[in-house]
């Protein structure tokens, strides 16, 4: 099983700052990496596949970049709305996909 | 509008069965892989199984594997978990999920419609 590890788990960000989560993969995943966003009582949305496409109707300040076993996603000015949880997961390992354990971005 | 529900959840002794739905709406069924998603209480996201689109390729997490059984009903539109030998760390919320995928990349690129989740709490 492919190991996803996020960091940090919180991290404090003021609106209008530039938030940087990170996403590690036990082995390579190749761009195979999806971001989620998941709201107290929602249910989670997909941001970004294939590393760095953004989903349909995901703003342009949310940003993934990476590959292998490294990836990051970027929100480069942080929304009132922007405040949750977020996940990311691999889809390069059939049939063992896996998410990390999710990074709290929470108002500083 | 795309909809997913869930149903079928419910308490259940240890050992038990439970049988949860997904009724799609929206967009054709039968064009798409799908997927059961957990959360337990208070913790993260955990894949549990998948299916393509006409049944004939499915995969679980090794935490339920023998146990669940993923299936589908394209003329109804409907995704199933049967769920056997139900444990105490079965207790989550139960979200089914679309791959964005397609053909043989199926369960490749995420999953971009979500349901609301129906709850399973397994507990003497």
């Known amino acids: 099983e492919i190991v996803m590890t996020q960091s940090p788990a919180t991290l404090s960000v003021s609106p209008g700052e530039r938030a940087t989560l990170s996403c590690r993969a036990s082995q390579s995943v190749s761009s195979n990496l999806a971001w989620y966003q998941q709201k107290p009582g929602q249910a989670p949305r997909l941001l970004i596949y294939g590393a760095s496409t953004r989903a349909t109707g995901i703003p342009a300040r949310f940003s993934g970049s990476g590959s292998g076993t490294e990836f990051t996603l970027t929100i480069s000015s942080l929304q009132s709305e922007d405040f949750a949880v977020y996940y990311c997961q691999q889809y390069n390992n059939w049939p063992a996909l896996t998410f990390g354990g999710g990074t709290k971005v929470e108002i500083k | 509008e795309v909809q997913l529900v869930e149903s079928g959840g419910g308490v259940v002794r240890p050992g038990g069965s439970l049988r949860l739905s997904c009724a799609a709406s929206g967009f054709t069924f039968d064009d798409y892989g799908m997927s059961w998603v957990r959360q337990a209480p208070g913790k993260g996201l955990e894949w549990v199984s998948g299916i393509n689109w006409n049944g004939g390729s499915t995969g679980y997490a090794d935490s339920v594997k023998g146990r669940f059984t993923i299936s589908r009903d394209n003329a109804k539109n409907s995704l199933y978990l049967q769920m056997n030998s139900l444990r105490a760390e079965d207790t989550a919320l139960y979200h089914c999920?679309?791959?964005?995928?397609?053909?043989?990349?199926?369960?490749?690129?995420?999953?971009?419609?979500w349901g609301q989740g129906t709850t399973v709490t397994v507990s003497s």
């Open positions: 999920a679309r791959f964005v995928g397609s053909f043989g990349e199926w369960y490749y690129y995420g999953m971009d419609v």
